[in-house]
């Protein structure tokens, strides 16, 4: 009898579809998921492609606004592929929410690569998977906290710093202020630390 790893090896790779992302995020996960092609096959959706011949389907219903139950629900109707929650808002989400609205699981998108696919093959034998639980508080001051705020908006420092008119080097300086506290190194990683703390938008 072949080894479990071999069995693993010689089934299909899961077709999973990426549905109405930013650049960034698709290129991100192209990234991470390549080296593990033989595992997953991703494929990028625009926001009514039909999901016919996908295993799972990645979505983020609060992407765009809106309500993120009618958003799983219209995602879930684009086709039979296995709806999964990814986002950076997972204090939010709701899973059993989601699941009635056609979600399968919630993932958030500072998950590692490994960690994504091991979900998308969980989501694909029809399991349920909860977001991870939000922890912990920092205090920012009143000028942190609105450049965190235009940070998960989107928002780039030059923009920032026409919104709120300060310099581009104040910007840049809170920037550097929030990733300390925060402890992280990059802005989506700051983002994703705002949405799962509640951080207002």
């Not at 310099?167 to 300086?173: A, E, L, Q, R, Y």
């Amino acid at each position: 009898m072949p080894p479990a790893d071999a069995a693993d090896r010689s089934r299909p790779a899961l077709r999973l579809g990426v549905l109405d992302e930013s650049e960034l995020v698709v290129a991100g996960l192209d990234g991470m998921l390549r080296p593990h092609r033989e595992r997953v096959e991703l494929s990028v959706l625009e926001a009514t492609d039909s999901t016919t011949g996908l295993d799972v389907v990645l979505c983020d219903p609060f992407r765009n606004g809106g309500d993120p139950h009618d958003h799983i629900s219209r995602v879930a109707a684009l086709g039979p592929a296995r709806v999964l929650v990814y986002t950076w808002n997972t204090r939010a989400a709701n899973t059993r929410t989601f699941a009635a609205a056609g979600a399968h699981a919630v993932i958030d998108k500072t998950a590692p690569g490994i960690e994504l696919i091991e979900v998308v093959e969980a989501v694909g034998r029809g399991e349920q998977v909860a977001p991870t639980p939000p922890t912990g508080t920092i205090a920012l001051s009143l000028r942190e906290s609105e450049v965190l705020t235009l940070l998960c908006r989107g928002q780039s420092n030059q923009e920032i710093a026409d919104t709120l008119y300060v310099s581009i080097n104040s910007v840049k300086t809170y920037v550097r202020q929030i990733y300390r506290k925060l402890g992280v190194s990059r802005r989506t990683q700051a983002v994703a630390w705002a949405n799962r703390h509640g951080h207002p938008d």
